[in-house]
């Protein structure tokens, strides 16, 4: 195991490297990069590309002079050349100096820090819903295979899974956030604008009340993955001899679907449990967030590339590829640990 833990931490680095020198070489073939605009915004941009100056005085045809482009391209750091800025930019990265973002001027940690309330919200209360409803209406519909409840609850999921995340969110507004019929639930925000005069109670129900419809618009659509793996996996189990020779001994169904069924049945759906569970803590949804006028990590996301912010771009990429390879290797390691038949050491 140790062995094991050890080759796939060693084939993280050349991966994390590959992604990034990736990304920084795309990066630097895209037009418009923070320099050009800089430079668009202090010229003054006017009709056919003239240049209005100081006051609005028309200047004509004229750009910045050659020192205040070299003054803008030192000031981003762009004097150096490509692969000079990349392994400055490792060498920072592997202390977590991530810089400062060039469009909201403050470190890329603390920009982070600062969107994740929403994205944890988002991301957290998605993962418990699923796997809270989800296993429990799995088991239920691989008991009761082919019956009128299967058949109803399978269409109802896969017609909450059909229909997009934003188009769900739009039609709750419209129905439950006072757009044509109920002003039930709030429109904007993690919590309402006077949260600090509330109770602790009063906190806590502000929050859940604001976070009913972003949740349901961005759960509705996994139910129907989670609920179809656990059925499929469930009844796989409940088809073999092992289970048929319990039954002709005489155990219950109860006793043979949760003593026996069960532990073998619940292995691939708890090993994504790891990834799952810190992958929701970063999860950033751009429609979603912007439906329901939440900032978060799929705001800053989108922001960051069309605002060019290279900073926040390669920081967050260096950070969240690195906690998907942690979580793609605990995923591994909970085969092991759930089912203990699993080994990584070869054999003879």
Not at 297 to 315: E, H, I, K, T
Request: net charge positive; with cysteine.
């Amino acid at each position: 195991m140790a062995r094991y833990i050890l080759k796939r931490f060693l084939l993280m680095i050349p991966t994390l490297f590959g992604i990034m020198l990736l990304t920084f070489a795309v990066t630097q073939f895209v037009p418009g990069g923070p320099v050009e605009r800089l430079m668009a915004q202090l010229s003054g941009y006017g009709a056919g590309g003239e240049t209005m100056g100081t006051g609005g005085l028309y200047q004509g045809n004229k750009g910045l002079d050659q020192e205040r482009l070299e003054q803008l391209k030192k000031l981003y750091g762009f004097d150096q050349p490509p692969l000079a800025r990349f392994a400055t930019m490792m060498r920072q990265y592997l202390v977590f100096d991530f810089g400062q973002s060039y469009y909201h001027h403050m470190s890329v940690a603390q920009l982070v820090i600062s969107k994740l309330p929403v994205s944890m919200s988002l991301g957290l209360w998605s993962f418990f819903i699923v796997y809270t409803v989800c296993i429990p209406l799995g088991i239920a519909k691989a008991v009761r295979d082919g019956s009128t409840f299967d058949v109803l609850t399978s269409a109802v999921i896969l017609i909450g899974y059909a229909i997009p995340g934003f188009v769900l969110g739009i039609a709750l507004i419209v129905l439950f956030g006072g757009g044509s019929f109920w002003s039930i639930f709030p429109l904007r925000g993690l919590v309402s604008d006077n949260w600090n005069e509330l109770s602790g109670l009063g906190k806590v129900m502000d929050y859940l009340w604001h976070m009913v419809l972003p949740v349901t618009a961005s759960t509705v659509g996994s139910l129907a993955v989670m609920t179809l793996l656990t059925k499929n996996s469930f009844l796989e189990e409940i088809r073999k001899q092992y289970v048929v020779t319990a039954r002709a001994k005489g155990l219950e169904e109860g006793q043979i679907l949760y003593k026996h069924v069960f532990r073998n049945a619940i292995i691939p759906i708890i090993t994504g449990f790891p990834g799952s569970f810190i992958t929701a803590f970063f999860t950033g949804s751009l429609l979603i967030e912007t439906i329901f006028s939440l900032d978060g990590m799929g705001l800053l996301a989108y922001q960051s590339v069309m605002n060019r912010d290279y900073p926040v771009v390669l920081g967050t990429l260096y950070f969240f590829t690195i906690i998907g390879l942690v979580s793609r290797l605990l995923s591994d390691l909970s085969y092991v640990m759930v089912d203990p038949r699993i080994s990584f050491e070869g054999r003879q």
